[in-house]
């Protein structure tokens, strides 16, 4: 099995370092500064327990990759990139080739799904950062983090086995989990919080019940299923954070893309998702609106944590709900 990771950044970068130093065949696609960094000079992996430059085969676009029929597809991309990476793996690659949507947010699977027969769901539990052409930083100390693993809308296969066992050998932690899109659904709860972060550098209880409340309630009104705290607690417990000489963890991806100055926010497929199910449902999600587009200007002008203040951002909502 050969991997082809699409998005070499913070969990991408550091899922195609640990399986390169497995043994793995790993291809990784990058783009912009990113990849020119690699192509020069290599990637460079850092983690609690090494600092280390790797020499793995980069490529900036899929039509580089020398296809084959054991390649399989990890997206690492977020989620308002998934339609063109998809267009573009379309046009150079089988529709029966295995897609991992390594990613936030459940919308990525059903982008999928309408041009690859083999779509699997990954909840991605990985404490790992990129903010430097070049480097990536994994935070974990121990076991690298949880990837746990399904067939797309539900069930597993050999391909999903495989791909699980795999990724345990590259130190993390895997189940081949029939029903991975309840886990996923869970982390959007926790992921709802994202863009709060990028904005205001901190949330508030209220707040964060406002929205984890209102993706509930439209949960329920779409009979979407998800597992509970006790089970997400229990899938975290495995995970341990550690220090990085040289390095600071800053937050949650979307706080890393402001702070890189991307132009845009995954907000729309967090938040969004959100907001979506209400106007389907005629739910109203006053949090999750405010919050989707304060994320959007916190981008927008390029200010990380200090975008507004968590009590302007509360008043917003307050006046939203009326």
């Known amino acids: 099995m050969r991997f082809v990771i699409y998005g070499a950044g913070g969990i991408g970068g550091t899922i195609g370092a640990r399986l390169h130093l497995s043994g793995f065949r790993v291809t990784l696609i990058a783009r912009g ?39 399989v597809v990890l997206l690492c991309m977020k989620g308002q990139h998934t339609e063109d990476a998809l267009v573009s793996l379309q046009q150079e690659t089988s529709d029966e080739t295995p897609v991992v949507c390594c990613q936030n947010g459940v919308a990525n699977e059903r982008m999928a799904l309408r041009r690859f027969a083999n779509v699997y769901g990954m909840c991605v539990l990985v404490p790992a950062e990129h903010l430097e052409a070049g480097i990536v930083v994994s935070f974990a100390d121990g076991t690298a983090g949880a990837l746990d693993i399904g067939k797309y809308p539900s069930g597993f296969d050999q391909t999903s086995a495989h791909i699980s066992t795999t990724i345990r050998k590259a130190g993390y932690s895997s189940v081949n989990d029939p029903s991975v899109m309840r886990q996923k659904y869970t982390k959007l709860l926790g992921n709802l919080n994202n863009a709060v972060q990028a904005a205001c550098g901190t949330t508030t209880s209220s707040l964060s019940s406002a929205l984890r409340n209102e993706a509930l309630a439209c949960y329920k009104a779409s009979n979407i299923d998800w597992a509970n705290r006790d089970e997400a607690r229990q899938r975290r417990l495995e995970i341990r954070g550690g220090s990085v000489p040289g390095f600071q963890r800053h937050g949650g991806s979307s706080l890393q893309s402001v702070i890189r100055n991307t132009g845009n926010i995954e907000v729309d497929f967090l938040n969004g998702e959100i907001v979506q199910l209400g106007r389907l449902h005629e739910l109203a999600t006053p949090a999750n609106v405010v919050v989707q587009r304060i994320g959007h200007l916190a981008v927008k002008a390029g200010e990380p944590g200090t975008y507004c203040s968590i009590q302007e951002l509360e008043s917003l909502v307050a006046e939203e709900t009326l």
């Open 33 to 71: 500064e990113h990849f020119q960094m690699i192509r020069r000079k290599g990637l460079r992996f850092v983690s609690p327990r090494q600092d280390t430059v790797l020499q793995i085969p980069t490529v900036e676009h899929p039509s580089e990759v020398d296809w084959q029929e054991d390649h």
